[in-house]
């Protein structure tokens, strides 16, 4: 029996789904129903994050890399109407879209963390603005404030950042 150049080897089969899914079960149907509940179970963890980690995180994570979080300090009056200290204000300058108040992102950050890094890079900013400030010594310290939250009283991180400002700014008359 001669048998044409390529046809050794031929062989002709049909496989259809329900013969792979009986052909799996036999063979691994523990296996595979474990597995099946470990990924449910993941899954569901999975769906309750990913309001956490849409678009907005993603775009601010970019912000935060980028700098575009910037501190504008709000003056505080004693009742003289002499300027005492300021209320440390966080603002978004996005590249297209300008001045971005915090009403439009504050909430969304402070329910990722993403709070975290923007107070740091708003300490860090404020310290390097007022390194190049010439104040004269005084009678009272400027008292500047930073609003945190209580995430942020949670992590060592905002007690890095507080004890870097103040050795920054050990030669300014700042509280």
């Known amino acids: 029996?001669?048998?044409a150049s390529g046809?050794?080897?031929q062989t002709s089969y049909s496989l259809s789904t329900r013969s792979i899914l009986t052909y799996a079960f036999h063979n691994y149907g523990l296996v595979m129903l474990a597995w099946t509940i470990m990924i449910l179970l993941g899954a569901r963890t999975l769906i309750s994050y990913m309001d956490t980690f849409s678009l907005n995180y993603?775009?601010?994570r970019s912000a935060i890399k980028h700098q575009q979080f910037v501190p504008y300090?709000?003056?505080v009056f004693?009742?003289?109407g002499k300027v005492t200290g300021g209320e440390v204000l966080v603002r978004?300058?996005?590249p297209r879209k300008?001045?971005?108040p915090p009403s439009a992102f504050i909430e969304f950050v402070e329910e990722n963390?993403?709070?975290i890094p923007i107070s740091t890079l708003l300490i860090m900013k404020c310290a390097e603005a007022f390194k190049a400030v010439d104040m004269a010594p005084r009678e009272h310290y400027f008292r500047l404030g930073f609003n945190v939250t209580p995430l942020q009283l949670d992590s060592q991180q905002l007690l890095n950042d507080i004890a870097k400002f103040q050795i920054d700014l050990r030669h300014q008359p700042i509280d």
């Open 7 to 9: 046809k050794l080897f």
């Open 1 to 3: 029996n001669r048998l």
């Open 73 to 75: 300090v709000q003056p």
């Open 113 to 115: 963390g993403q709070i």
């Open 98 to 100: 300008g001045v971005i």
């Open 92 to 94: 978004w300058l996005h």
């Open 78 to 80: 004693d009742a003289g």
């Open 58 to 60: 993603w775009r601010i």
